[in-house]
């Protein structure tokens, strides 16, 4: 019922900066977070960092005083603004969304959305 659309990936040099996108659609009632994850070749999924609603925030050590996340809850949008790159930074970013939404039948539905994933490469 909800859909994560994200954009702003791509190839940069390091200590460059590059803002990542998420944007959810969909009969959208109330996004309770929404976060951004990364798997590097060969790794684990991990968390980047997550917001609330509210704006609380939650960071990985390994980007702390990089990246900083924020969200647009009147446009269902979670941003990830990453300075400072590092090779270590190449990855598939993806966003994350849990939410609450009406579905077909008008009814309340509740869940977790993926987004589809974007590339970011950190290579000079």
């Known amino acids: 019922q909800v859909q994560l659309v994200e954009s702003g990936g791509g190839l940069v040099q390091p200590g460059g900066s590059l803002r990542l996108s998420c944007a959810a659609s969909?009969?959208?009632?109330?996004?309770?977070?929404m976060g951004w994850y990364r798997r590097a070749p060969g790794k684990e999924r991990e968390l980047v960092a997550d917001i609330t609603s509210g704006g609380r925030t939650n960071y990985a050590d390994s980007v702390k005083g990089r990246f900083t996340i924020s969200i647009d809850n009147a446009k269902n949008t979670v941003y990830l603004q990453m300075n400072n790159l590092r090779f270590g930074d190449t990855a598939v970013y993806s966003c994350?969304?849990?939410?609450?939404?009406?579905?077909?039948?008008?009814?309340?539905?509740?869940?977790?959305?993926w987004g589809q994933g974007t590339q970011v490469t950190v290579s000079s």
């Open positions: 969909g009969r959208i009632v109330r996004i309770d977070d």
């Open positions: 994350n969304a849990n939410w609450i939404a009406l579905n077909s039948g008008d009814e309340y539905v509740a869940a977790r959305t």
